[in-house]
């Protein structure tokens, strides 16, 4: 799935997480993070294709895929997004990466924001694929929104009830999230939805449950904190979205962006549901080559 590419585990700054991921390509480097519930094989079409212009590292976000999955404190500061950011800094600087484009979907995305907020001499340019930002998710949410994406209060329910019923129906609940439940779903290959179902441990739902608990009370207070002072992402930012995801049913994006960010060179809809890197990988790439290489 990735010839060329090596894997590696990485160790964080927080001694109780290690980073898996992998390595390929040469060329200006260039950071992808997947989303929930995927991992670093989400991007396994597309990522080889950057690889002939780019160094392309592609990993696992903590709580997730063979990243570690620390048990969340109780203020759930260890899954934040600035937390998870770190965690990519980390990883980076090891590899030798002062700077470095970088690229996000889903999670992935809301991590790679907080990156662009934190780390501005780091980031180049920012890619988002398929999210709107967190601080106007939580303050303009609707009927229709909340019935398709009922997961972001479902799983930030305090431990251990959503873990408690999700575990012994791994399998059932990452098969339905994934090819049916919601707009924009399906297009995932057998191979790959094997991954993801390996993967889908108790374990990682814990992770993955803590990641979403952060998002409804630390991640929003620093958002808030930021878009109340009039604060913007600075660097070039690209941002794609789904046409057929509830991203683009819902909301109207490129309205909603213009809050966050300074600098949006696009605001694409791509010819895909909420998973573009798999189900439309040729127009991914494309963007994202385009972009990077500019």
């Known amino acids: 799935m990735y010839e060329g590419f090596r894997s590696f585990d990485i160790q964080t700054s927080d001694p109780q997480c ?17 989303g929930n519930p995927l991992t670093h094989v989400h991007w396994h079409m597309v990522a080889p294709r950057l690889a002939e212009k780019f160094t392309v ?15 969340g404190l109780a203020d759930h500061s260890n899954y934040t997004f600035r937390r998870m950011a770190q965690d990519q800094v980390d990883v980076m600087a090891h590899l030798g990466f002062k700077q470095f484009f970088l690229a996000g979907h889903d ?24 999210i709107l930002p967190t601080h106007h998710v939580w303050t303009h949410v609707n009927k229709t929104w909340m019935v398709n994406s009922y997961h972001w209060a479902f799983l930030a329910q305090p431990y251990d009830f959503p873990e408690r019923l999700l575990k012994g129906n791994e399998e059932y609940y990452i098969r339905l999230k994934l090819e049916s439940q919601g707009l924009g779903k399906g297009g995932i290959s057998e191979e790959t939805m094997k991954e993801y179902i390996r993967c889908c441990t108790p374990e990682q739902i814990h992770g993955v449950c803590e990641d979403y608990r952060a998002t409804a009370t630390l991640d929003f207070e620093m958002d808030k904190a930021d878009f109340e002072a009039g604060r913007k992402i600075q660097c070039p930012t690209l941002v794609l979205v789904g046409g057929q995801s509830h991203t683009a049913a819902f909301y109207n994006f490129t309205e909603a962006w213009s809050h966050y960010a300074a600098d949006i060179v696009g605001c694409v809809a791509l010819p895909s549901g909420h998973y573009p890197a798999e189900q439309a990988p040729d127009e991914t790439w494309r963007e994202l080559d385009r972009f990077f290489g500019g």
């Open 107 to 130: 999670r992935g995305a809301r991590t790679a924001y907080r990156m662009a907020f934190d780390h501005p001499d780091k980031v180049l340019k920012f890619c988002s694929i398929d």
């Open 57 to 71: 590292v592609a990993t696992d976000l903590r709580g997730y895929g063979d990243s570690s999955k620390p048990r």
């Open 18 to 34: 290690t980073i898996h991921g992998i390595i390929g390509g040469s060329g200006p480097p260039l950071l992808l993070i997947h």
